[in-house]
């Protein structure tokens, strides 16, 4: 299952609610809160998250969630 990490700077963006809907939906997926990813510039502008090491953002916490939860089916 994947390795998804998100920025605990970036909940302002609403990035709490994709960690819980993820949470939920994918038990078994590895997510990790970090204080900070390193990618402040991104951060400040929308929401995001590393899934296997892959940089996504989108316009809003319930895009992002759509285009992690896309990912995570693939894999099945």
Known sequence: MAEI???ENN????????????????PKAAIDVEPCLG???ECAQ?????????FIQADD???????????LSEEG
């Open 11 to 26: 909940f302002s963006h609403g990035t709490d609610e994709v960690v819980e809907k993820i949470k939920k939906e994918f």
């Open 5 to 7: 990490r998100f920025c």
């Open 39 to 41: 990618f402040c510039g």
């Open 61 to 71: 916490p319930d895009d992002l969630y759509e285009v992690i939860r896309e990912k």
């Open 46 to 54: 929308a929401p995001y998250a590393i899934v296997d090491d892959e």
